[in-house]
Structures are given as C-alpha cells and as structure tokens.
C-alpha cells in the first residue's frame, strides 16, 4: 500500500521562503510521477509541480521560477522549495504519485495522480 506523507507547512509572511517535503513509501515500481498540488479554500486543487522518474519537470505558469521541485530517491523523498511567496500561495499543499506518460512533461492534472497525502497547510500573509 502506498503511503504519502506530508510536511514542512507552515506561515510566513509575503516574500518569503518554505521548503515543503514528501515522503513516499510503499510502491513498486521504476517509472512514476510526483507531484505538489495545492487548493485554496473554495477553490478547486490545482497542480504546481511534477517530475517524473526520468528527472523530468514540468511547473505551474503562476510559480514558474519561484518554485523547485526535486526528488530523492534513496531517501523517497520529494521536496518543494518555494521562494518569493505570495499571499496567493496560500492553501493546502498535497503530494500525490502518480503514472509516468513517457517522453512528455510530468502531468500536472489532478485526475492523473492515484495516492495521495493528506496535506500540509501554508499561510502567506502580506
């Protein structure tokens, strides 16, 4: 059973930096996704960043180059760096993994990733 762990979360005000980090466990194997995807209250979730088992990544227009995500594999760990934060980074962050699609970019649609965390919240205050 797959197991997907969040944390790192956590309130900081407006230009500011968070590192969010995974842990997933429990899956067999080599070729996947991993993604961070994030919902605002009242909003649906929407995907920020992916890399897939290649090393590949693919970002969210509205973070792109505020945002890293890289992965560990020894570890089985994925982390975000998030720098410059703005309020509207604000909601709950989820890891999720999900299927690998092959020479294109890590997909970034919600429907594509089959386990998920349950969350870690960041507040970005101005």
């Known amino acids: 059973q797959v197991q997907v762990v969040e944390s790192g979360g956590g309130s900081v005000q407006s230009g500011g930096s968070l590192t969010l980090s995974c842990v997933v466990s429990g899956y067999s194997g080599d070729t996947y996704s991993l993604g961070w995807f994030r919902q605002a209250p009242g909003q649906a979730r929407e995907g920020v960043a992916s890399?897939?088992?290649?090393?590949?990544?693919a970002y969210a227009n509205s973070v792109r180059g505020r945002f890293t995500i890289s992965k560990d594999n020894a570890k089985n760990t994925l982390d975000l760096r998030m720098n410059s934060l703005k309020p509207e980074d604000t909601g709950t962050y989820y890891c999720?993994?999900?299927?690998?699609?092959?020479?294109?970019?890590?997909?970034?649609?919600?429907?594509?990733?089959?386990?998920w965390g349950q969350g870690t919240r960041v507040t970005v205050s101005s």
């Open positions: 999720a993994r999900g299927r690998y699609r092959g020479p294109y970019q890590p997909p970034l649609a919600s429907f594509e990733y089959s386990d």
């Open positions: 890399i897939d088992s290649t090393g590949r990544k």
